[in-house]
């Protein structure tokens, strides 16, 4: 078996702010970042796969080598995870020119749900931003989970889950007493 070695730091240009990535998991999952999709991870016969789209390359000074597609061995996560800094700076640089400004409102509300400083008070949860299905597209899905023990005891535990509907509506899903 080969030997795994530590990821060469990125060099110092490209690194960046780290925060909690936000993910959503379909038959693939993507990783959110900044109002873009950072990456795409869908499984292989034999592994998974990971994408990139390199049109955050576009106008770059010098975009990298990215890692190989393949996520098999531990080498190819170990590449990947090096590269992420490079990836996020060249979003970052791409989104400047190109904003995506209500996909960053997404993700600004579910890291404030989920991981910012006022998550402990919310009584939401957001597991998924742009979702679609049979029953249309949704900005957000969100769990509505009392944010006290006390409040989630008097409803057994069971999370409901809160859609906000294409035309502005909420409906409820899910475990109501």
Same mark, same amino acid.
């Given at each position: &078996?080969?030997?795994? *070695? !530590?990821?060469? !730091?990125?060099?110092?240009?490209?690194?960046?702010? +780290?925060? @909690? =990535?936000?993910?959503?998991?379909?038959?693939?999952?993507?990783?959110?970042?900044?109002?873009?999709? =950072?990456?795409?991870? #869908?499984?292989?016969? $034999?592994?998974? #796969?990971?994408?990139?789209?390199?049109?955050?390359?576009?106008?770059? /000074?010098?975009?990298? +080598? &990215?890692?190989?597609?393949?996520? *098999?061995? @531990?080498?190819?996560? =170990?590449?990947?995870? +090096?590269?992420? @800094?490079?990836?996020?700076?060249? &979003?970052? $640089?791409?989104?400047?020119?190109?904003?995506?400004?209500? *996909?960053?409102?997404?993700?600004?509300? =579910?890291?404030?749900?989920? /991981?910012?400083?006022?998550?402990?008070?919310?009584?939401?949860?957001?597991?998924?931003?742009?979702?679609?299905?049979?029953?249309? *597209?949704?900005?957000?899905?969100? /769990?509505?989970? !009392? #944010?006290? #023990? /006390?409040?989630?005891?008097?409803?057994?535990?069971?999370?409901?889950?809160?859609?906000?509907? @294409?035309?502005?509506?909420? $409906?409820?899903?899910?475990?109501?007493?």
């Amino acid at each position: &078996m080969p030997t795994v *070695r !530590p990821a060469r !730091p990125a060099p110092r240009a490209c690194r960046t702010r +780290s925060e @909690p =990535l936000p993910r959503a998991a379909r038959d693939y999952v993507n990783v959110y970042y900044s109002g873009g999709n =950072l990456m795409k991870v #869908s499984p292989m016969d $034999s592994g998974y #796969s990971a994408f990139f789209d390199q049109k955050y390359f576009e106008g770059a /000074v010098s975009p990298i +080598s &990215m890692p190989t597609s393949r996520l *098999r061995e @531990p080498q190819d996560l =170990l590449a990947w995870l +090096s590269a992420l @800094p490079c990836l996020k700076q060249a &979003m970052d $640089s791409w989104l400047g020119r190109h904003p995506k400004d209500e *996909r960053e409102a997404q993700q600004q509300l =579910l890291r404030d749900n989920n /991981v910012g400083g006022q998550a402990r008070e919310t009584d939401f949860y957001v597991c998924d931003i742009e979702c679609a299905n049979d029953h249309g *597209r949704f900005d957000l899905v969100a /769990v509505h989970w !009392p #944010s006290t #023990s /006390v409040q989630r005891g008097a409803r057994g535990g069971a999370p409901s889950h809160r859609c906000q509907e @294409p035309n502005g509506t909420e $409906s409820y899903l899910g475990a109501r007493r």
